[in-house]
C-alpha cells in the first residue's frame, strides 16, 4: 500500500504581509513620522546673535532716502520664546503722540523673523518681516496690513530701521 503525502503549497509569510493594504500603510506612515521628526531636528533655529534690545536710528548714507527714519526712542526687543521661535515686541512714536506697538511670537526662515498677528481683514493678516542683516534690522510690511491695526494715523512699520543696542 503506497500513502501519499500531500505536500502543503508553501507560501512564504512576507508575501503575506506585502500584499496586505495595512502593511503598506503603516510602512508609509512609519516613513513620515521618521521624515518629519528628523526634519524638526534639522530645522534652522534662529542664531542667538539676533537676541536683544534694538533702538531706532537714522541711516545718514545716500540710501537713507528709502528708509524710514526712526528715534533712539523706538525699540524693539527680540526675546526667547518656548512657544515659537521667538518673541518679538515693537514700540515706535511719531508725531502727535501717534504710535505703532506690536507684540507676538515670530517665526525664523531664511535669515528674517516673521510676526503673524490680526488683521482687519482675516484674508488679509498681519505678515511683519523683520530683516536681518549684522546689527541691522529692517522692517517690512506689504500690503500695509499691520499698520491698519497697531500704528496710529502717522505711524507704519514699513522700512523703518533698527540698530542693536550695545
Do not use: H
Amino acid at each position: 500500500m503506497k500513502t501519499s503525502i500531500r505536500q502543503k503549497k508553501y507560501r512564504p509569510r512576507y508575501t503575506q504581509r506585502i500584499s496586505s493594504v495595512s502593511y503598506w500603510v503603516g510602512l508609509f506612515a512609519g516613513l513620515a513620522l521618521f521624515l518629519a521628526s528628523a526634519y524638526s531636528a534639522c530645522a534652522a533655529k534662529p542664531p542667538a546673535t539676533i537676541f536683544g534690545e534694538y533702538v531706532g536710528f537714522t541711516d545718514k548714507s545716500k540710501s537713507s532716502g528709502q528708509y524710514l527714519p526712526t528715534k533712539k526712542t523706538d525699540k524693539i526687543q527680540i526675546s526667547r520664546s518656548s512657544t515659537a521661535d521667538a518673541k518679538v515686541t515693537i514700540s515706535m512714536t511719531f508725531d502727535k503722540g501717534q504710535s505703532c506697538e506690536l507684540e507676538g511670537d515670530a517665526v525664523w526662515s531664511n535669515g528674517q523673523l516673521t510676526v503673524k498677528a490680526d488683521g482687519l481683514d482675516e484674508a488679509k493678516p498681519c505678515q511683519l518681516v523683520l530683516r536681518i542683516n549684522g546689527a541691522i534690522i529692517t522692517l517690512q510690511d506689504s500690503g500695509m496690513y499691520c499698520r491698519e491695526v497697531y500704528c496710529g494715523a502717522r505711524g507704519t512699520f514699513d522700512k523703518a530701521r533698527f540698530q542693536k543696542k550695545l
